[in-house]
Each structure stands twice: as structure tokens, then as C-alpha cells.
């Protein structure tokens, strides 16, 4: 009798195993590829950061002299056709400075700073206004950034210039191996890469000579993506 139990036990686990076998699917033949596209714009923005900078005795003298001088350039910017939402700070300090000699510290004046960028939506103009600022009263110009304002619509075009590259890349990798693609099975993606030139303005007391604006050359935004893909080959 316990015979007969243990075989029946035995029977009902054979009977199980071709049924677990049933849910694994079997390898589907495959190739990963990658593919590169890089998108390439001329800008249509560009951010100016400017700063003024004023030294006094006093903290208080400091800071009123910087008002009157930041006051000066984006009035400035203002007269000149610059909305008002189109400058935002960037940075503002009052500090003493000192001198340090022999392990002694000597204070000095008060320094006074107060930075903003300024947004261009005419890229035309970034000579025109690096020299009315600075005309203005700003004491330092660190730099003119350009960007493109639809980044998102070229991001997404050098999103599916990279597709169809991977695309290709498998098409001719099956094609060497006998096969063909059969279907996508999965796609991956990067974070674009965003490569805008960057102008190093020197600082100018004037304009140049013929009236003529500051110089200033804006080259071409690149926007590279690169995506992964797998697909099913047959």
C-alpha cells in the first residue's frame, strides 16, 4: 500500500514537468547596436552676464555707489528696447577686503558686486550691448552664452536621426550574417549632449573707432544623442 502512494506521487510530478517547461521561451535571436546623430543649429539666444563693481570706506558707501552704477546700465538696457524680465540677478556680495603682511591683516575698503545676465532674443545685438553696458558704468563682462529656444524640438530630431542610424547599423549587420531584422524589441536612450559655443568678451571703455559694435561671433549649437537598440533577427 505505501507502495502504490509513493508512486502515484511520482506521477503527478512528472506530470508537472512538461508544463513548467511550456512557460520558458526560448532565446530569440538578437543584435544590439548603437546609433549616433548630432543636430546642428544656428542661435536664435544669447545670455550676456555682466557685473558692477564699487569700493568704499564704509559698507554703506559701497553699496549705494554699486545702486547708482547698476541703476545707470539697466536703465540703459531698458532704453535700448531690453524687457525688464530679460535681466535677473546673478549674484550680489558685500565684502572688506585686507592686506596680509608679516601675519598681519590690515583692513581695506569695502567691495560691492552685483552681477546679471541679460537675455538676448536677437543674437544681432550681443556687440550692440556688450558696449552700452560697459559704457554704462558694468565693470567686468565675463561671458556671452548661446543657446537655440526650441532645445527640446532639436533634441528630438537628433533623437530620431540616432534611431534610424542604429537602424541601419543592424539592417547591415544582419544583411553580413544571412539574416534580416525582424522586429525592434527594445530602445535605449542617453542624455543629449549640448555643445553651444562660449564668447570670452574683453572688456571695452568705448566702442571702436568707426562706431561699429563689438565683434562677436556666435557659431552653431551641436545637440548629440546616441541611442541603443536590440532588435529581433530571423
Known sequence: MRYQ???AAMAVMVLAAPSFAQDVAPAVPSIVTTGDATVRRAPDQAFVTVAVETRARSPRDAQQQNAAAMTAVQ?????SGI???AVRTTGYFIQQEFDYSNGRRTPRDYVARNGVEVRLDAVERVGEVLDLVVQAGATSVSGVR???KDRAGAEREALRMAVVDARSRADAMAAGAGRTVDRVLRIDD??????APMAQPMLRASVQADGAPTPVES?????TAQVTLTVAIK
Request: proline share 8%; no cysteine.
Open 83 to 85: 524687457a525688464r524680465d
Open 5 to 7: 502512494l509513493l508512486g
Open 146 to 148: 548661446f543657446d537655440v
Open 219 to 223: 557659431g552653431m549649437i551641436e545637440i
Open 75 to 79: 536703465q540703459r538696457l531698458t532704453d
Open 190 to 195: 542617453g542624455p543629449p549632449q549640448f555643445k
